[in-house]
């Protein structure tokens, strides 16, 4: 049994929080930089909180990050991850900031997506590629015009309503690999989504031109005993490339996730491991105003622990160092 509630059109929330003209020029310049950083030799940085949760500590950190954007090199390009969403694996906990909640009340959607414009919005203004997941492709009509940067999750990547809509975005798609490390399945889920595809949605047939900006995002895994770090495989999926003739050669790794262990600090040496190896094109790192988990504190994450700003900073000023280093 469904119970529905409509929402007001795309049009409303775009009125409300609108791309103008000078904004969509800016977001034009954002989309050319993360496009340049997966097709060129720019190192992609996807940094900021596991899961948006506070407009004014999420703006706050994006004020902070475009300042530290500042003093990097143009080698650098700085993406800030906005998450809206989360998938959640047992389909409890934090649910992300779309699903705004009043106290004592139900999901409040359509202030949520109120919410997500204008956390986007200002990191727009200040010439900040933004990055969400691709978790529920309804929300692409509310927002993705804002979106310079989508990410598939471990458990949407073989989804294949998820690669269909893919296929069609006109912004670079970072595909991860599941949660049992399955490389060759991320590839194929690359491959997959750089072609045409035609699906059925809303009572429509759907057709896209396929995505040539799709590449894997390793994000490592878990065997049953302990997590395993594989970012070693970027070689690989390279060469898995070649093979699945996938034409973009661009790999990023997720520093956090499997990847750490969940633990925050561990994606620093990640992140630096990462910035010496010329497989790797970029990395995702999660990052608030401070760090840690908690339920309930300003700029501290709900859901995986991140690292502090300070410490993002200084990571961030190394990994430039290195990418330099390594571009002689």
């Known amino acids: 049994m469904y119970k529905t509630f409509a929402l007001p059109s795309a049009n409303y929330f775009k009125k409300i929080y609108p791309l103008t003209d000078q904004l969509k020029k800016t977001k ?3 989309d050319r930089l993360v496009q340049d950083a997966v097709t060129k030799s720019k190192f992609l940085v996807v940094v900021g909180p596991c899961s948006a949760d506070d407009v004014q500590a999420v703006i706050e950190y994006a004020t902070k990050l475009s300042q530290l954007k500042k003093s990097l090199s143009d080698k650098i390009v700085l993406a800030m991850r906005i998450f809206t969403a989360k998938p959640r694996t ?16 139900p999901y409040d959607l359509q202030q949520g997506i109120v919410d997500v414009r204008q956390m986007m919005l200002f990191a727009i203004q200040l010439g900040l590629p933004v990055a969400d997941e691709l978790l529920y492709p309804d929300c692409i009509k509310y927002y993705g015009d804002l979106v310079s940067y989508y990410s598939l999750g471990a458990r949407s990547s073989m989804d294949a309503l998820h690669r269909g809509f893919a296929s069609g975005l006109n912004v670079p798609v970072g595909v991860k690999n ?3 490390g399955d ?64 034409a973009n050669s661009f790999v990023m790794v997720d520093c956090s996730h499997a990847n750490s262990g969940k633990v925050a600090k561990l994606q620093i040496d990640n992140a630096l491991q990462c910035a010496r190896d010329k497989n790797v094109g970029g990395i995702m790192l999660e990052s ?23 410490q993002t900073e200084l990571l961030l000023k190394q990994v430039d160092e290195l990418v330099n280093l390594r571009s002689k």
């Open 178 to 180: 599941s949660i049992d």
């Open 288 to 310: 608030y105003l401070f760090g840690g988990q908690a339920k309930q504190c300003y700029g501290v994450s709900k859901t995986d622990e991140c690292l502090s700003f300070d």
């Open 90 to 105: 047992d389909g409890d906990g934090y649910q992300g900031v779309l699903f705004h909640r009043h106290e004592d009340a």
């Open 183 to 246: 490389i060759v399945a991320m590839v194929k889920g690359v491959y997959a989504i750089s072609r045409p595809k035609t699906f059925p949605y809303g009572g429509k047939q759907i057709v896209t031109n396929g995505n040539k900006l799709a590449h894997a995002v390793l994000r490592g895994y878990h065997d049953g005993n302990k997590f395993v770090n594989n970012m070693d495989s970027a070689s690989t999926v390279r060469q898995l490339y070649q093979q699945y003739d996938v």
């Open 28 to 30: 034009r310049q954002s």
